[in-house]
């Protein structure tokens, strides 16, 4: 019996998720768009991820195992066993609302063929499932963005997309080098082919967990500025626009920062955010870096004062010499 060609095709790289993948599943299942597969791809589990899809009876569940080679692998295998002209992305700790698909999909119904990607905006929650809160500003409306705005920062998690498979065809696999980021440098690559549209009301919970790869400050680092260095090389700006590439500069300094500051690193969190003040001291277009005015201002000044009070906590701890 032939397989039905469903519109949408739902890959979700699973590498010892299981914890988490049955309500990534079922957020899937309960979509109000209902022409739909899921296809999880075990990137070489060690736990209970197999045994958890196969309770599924619904035959739009497929289950697909490899050794593990990584997520973009993992997708890269998604996108090759699917057909549909449509594929979604789902990681296997986020989850989404009812009508995500139904809301970017009828989006794609008014628009025409060059507009190849859509997401929509996000709520973050923590490891059960309650919301975080946080910054929406200009990632809460609907708005084009361009290939060059994803280079100034990703704008979109994995799991808020759906691509035409054209997109995909287009454009290449994930790339199998970066260790992270490679999101973010798929949707330069589109963006440098086709429209990209997002939707400002939030669909998805992005489940936020101490295992996230976004933890890992020294991989983020390295692969945040292999991604630079491809967008650079594709010349998504050209070389001489020395203002563009130093504002990307200046925020991926400005993130690292960050990505330093939450490890506990305060000297490293300082120095990179006073680099990025140097390198580009003013961004008054929040949609740039999606943060409040003045937010670099005060993440340094957060910086600084870390750095300073955490030699004095370790100098107050420490016992004293006996002689």
Not at 68 to 74: I, M, R, T, V
Not at 244 to 264: C, H, K, P
Request: with cysteine.
């Amino acid at each position: 019996m032939q397989r039905v060609i469903p519109t949408v095709s739902v890959v979700i790289p699973a590498y010892n998720y299981g914890r988490y993948l049955r309500e990534a599943l079922d957020s899937v299942l309960a979509q109000t768009f209902a022409d739909l597969e899921a296809v999880v791809v075990d990137d070489g589990s060690t736990d209970d991820t197999a045994a958890i899809v196969r309770t599924y009876a619904d035959p739009r569940v497929r289950y697909i195992y490899q050794a593990n080679a990584g997520l973009s692998a993992a997708r890269n295998t998604g996108i090759r066993e699917t057909r549909a002209p449509f594929i979604a992305l789902l990681d296997a700790d986020d989850m989404w609302l009812p009508g995500m698909l139904a809301t970017v999909m009828a989006r794609f119904a008014e628009c025409p063929p060059e507009v190849g990607m859509i997401a929509c905006a996000s709520t973050r929650v923590d490891e059960k499932g309650a919301p975080l809160g946080g910054k929406t500003f200009a990632h809460s409306r609907d708005r084009w963005f361009t290939a060059r705005d994803i280079v100034l920062q990703n704008r979109f998690m994995p799991s808020t997309v759906v691509a035409r498979r054209q997109a995909y065809a287009a454009c290449g696999d994930f790339d199998t080098t970066l260790r992270s980021s490679e999101d973010r440098d798929m949707w330069i690559r589109i963006g440098s082919r086709f429209r990209i549209w997002h939707i400002g009301a939030p669909q998805v919970l992005i489940r936020k967990h101490t295992s996230n790869m976004s933890k890992h400050a020294d991989r983020m680092r390295v692969n945040m500025w292999k991604v630079i260095g491809k967008a650079y090389a594709a010349r998504v700006a050209p070389w001489w626009n020395f203002v563009f590439w130093l504002r990307v500069t200046s925020i991926f300094y400005f993130q690292n920062a960050w990505m330093r500051f939450d490890e506990g690193r305060f000297l490293g969190a300082l120095s990179d955010g006073a680099l990025s003040l140097v390198l580009w001291p003013a961004f008054p277009d929040r949609s740039e870096l999606n943060e409040p005015s003045l937010f670099r201002i005060r993440g340094f000044l957060r910086f600084a004062i870390a750095a300073v009070a955490s030699p004095c906590r370790r100098s107050k701890t420490k016992p004293a010499t006996v002689l």
